[in-house]
């Protein structure tokens, strides 16, 4: 099985919280920042972690933009 990637845009000032909480749940999803000044970054899911993962992100629309985005050409 593979890990599966996600890509989004989110709220710059969110990207150390994002990355704080998702990688709280331990083996589950690693958070990479591609570009700091556009706030991109890479969620990179453990296989069978997809659903709970996308909850928590789902969870965070409520507070602070998070929107998926296409693979950025960086």
């Known amino acids: 099985m593979k890990s599966t990637l996600q890509y989004y845009r989110v709220n710059r000032r969110q990207i150390s919280f994002i990355k ?3 990688e709280a749940y331990d083996n589950m999803a690693v ?3 591609l570009e700091p000044h556009q706030a991109i970054v890479q969620v990179t899911m453990a296989p069978g972690c997809e659903t709970v993962i996308q909850r928590v992100l789902d969870a965070f629309c409520h507070e602070f ?3 998926a985005i296409d693979r950025p050409a960086i």
């Open 20 to 22: 704080f909480i998702l």
């Open 65 to 67: 933009e998070v929107v």
């Open 31 to 33: 958070v990479t920042t």
